[in-house]
């Protein structure tokens, strides 16, 4: 059941399962086709179906979106001019001004409405001999109303929703940027104020140890204090060399604006998980998101991309899914070392690796067992 639920839900993104709620004004359209006891009610029953599956489609597919849209726009002016059913522009409008696409597209999307809307009601006035329909004017500019502002209300909430995202998702990266650095400052304190500390000692001995004329005991003191400094020379040099590395947290900063300049969307979830995560296993997972962000922009043509981290009772794991078109495996052309890439590290962690694109869009899923290189002999791929 709850496999179901995901399958028809809507992305968040795009206000959760609340557009289904809108549906419930189909109700006024009912007296249209019901009872079924002609061949036009169902045909009018057909119609809504249609136009339920094609309104919950846009929402949550990439696939065929301006089609899906044309279907709605058709079923609108059929119910229209000869149902009088003018209100359903409203769902149309509202579904291509929530869905991302590029400021120049929804202005083209909104004339081509614009155009559409006006000319069905030229066309009911002359079916009806009557501009207003039967109705009062009041109600005819309310219904207009509605219907020419809802694309540019559905694109304000969209734009406001996204921003909202960005930022709370922006204050995650930055709270785990936060806790990196205390984890970086708690290791300096616990290793090498530790060492420091063992070095003072040590030095002390084997000055009392030369004023005793003990010098083979200074010696060894002095020996043992040289290796502690080496051994804390490798230590800061480790750490510097962290420090270099571009971490996961900027690794999605710089990844979303590439995507935002692509006109894709991105969205993290459990981000504030990977602050415990080892930083081999951070490294990993930023150069997985690199990978799969640069094909994403290059190959999906999707709007929406979604990584998912979470931290399982006996591994690390990742997911990153856009709802572009996918692939089907003979179509990785030979030589590509993108996804081959992306497995290849994967399996130097002893991690599993599944590439599935044959479905909604591309799915990539890695996890890394948490005792990195005894759990496994060798890890596994799968492309599908």
């Not at 968040?12 to 109700?27: E, R, S, T």
């Not at 726009?73 to 769902?91: K, N, R, T």
């Amino acid at each position: 059941m709850k496999q179901i639920l995901n399958k028809i839900s809507i992305p968040k993104v795009y206000g959760g399962n609340l557009p289904y709620f809108f549906l419930i004004y189909l109700i006024f359209i009912i007296p249209s086709f019901w009872p079924l006891t002609t061949i036009r009610h169902w045909g009018h029953f057909a119609l809504i179906l249609v136009f339920i599956v094609s309104y919950r489609l846009l929402y949550t597919s990439n696939r065929g979106t301006p089609w899906w849209w044309g279907v709605q726009i058709l079923i609108d002016i059929y119910f229209s001019i000869f149902a009088g059913y003018l209100y359903l522009f409203i769902y149309s409008g509202w579904t291509f001004g929530f869905t991302s696409m590029k400021a120049k597209t929804f202005r083209k999307y909104v004339l081509f409405y614009y155009v559409i809307v006006l000319g069905t009601i030229g066309i009911m006035a002359v079916r009806y001999k009557s501009l207003f329909f039967g109705d009062n004017l009041m109600n005819l500019l309310t219904a207009v109303a509605f219907i020419f502002g809802s694309p540019l209300v559905a694109r304000g909430f969209a734009v406001m929703s996204q921003k909202n995202r960005k930022l709370r998702q922006a204050n995650i990266r930055l709270q785990t940027q936060a806790e990196e650095r205390s984890r970086i400052a708690r290791d300096l304190h616990d290793n090498l104020g530790q060492s420091y500390s063992m070095i003072t000692v040590k030095a002390e001995l084997a000055g009392k140890l030369l004023t005793k004329a003990q010098t083979e005991a200074a010696q060894m003191q002095i020996g043992e204090i040289k290796n502690i400094s080496r051994e804390n020379l490798q230590l800061v040099r480790d750490i510097v060399n962290n420090l270099r590395q571009e971490s996961l947290s900027m690794t999605l900063v710089k990844q979303e604006q590439n995507l935002t300049d692509a006109g894709i969307y991105l969205e993290t979830q459990g981000i504030e998980v990977v602050a415990g995560w080892p930083n081999k296993v951070q490294q990993l997972s930023a150069a997985v998101i690199k990978e799969a962000v640069t094909n994403i922009i290059r190959y999906s043509h999707g709007k929406r991309c979604q990584i998912v981290f979470e931290t399982r009772a006996t591994d690390f794991y990742w997911r990153i899914q856009d709802n572009g078109r996918g692939f089907k495996p003979m179509e990785i052309r030979q030589g590509a070392n993108g996804l081959r890439g992306i497995q290849q590290r994967v399996a130097q962690l002893n991690g599993d690796c599944e590439i599935d694109g044959a479905h909604h869009g591309t799915i990539i899923t890695v996890s890394i067992p948490k005792d990195i290189g005894a759990a496994k002999d060798h890890g596994t791929n799968r492309v599908s």
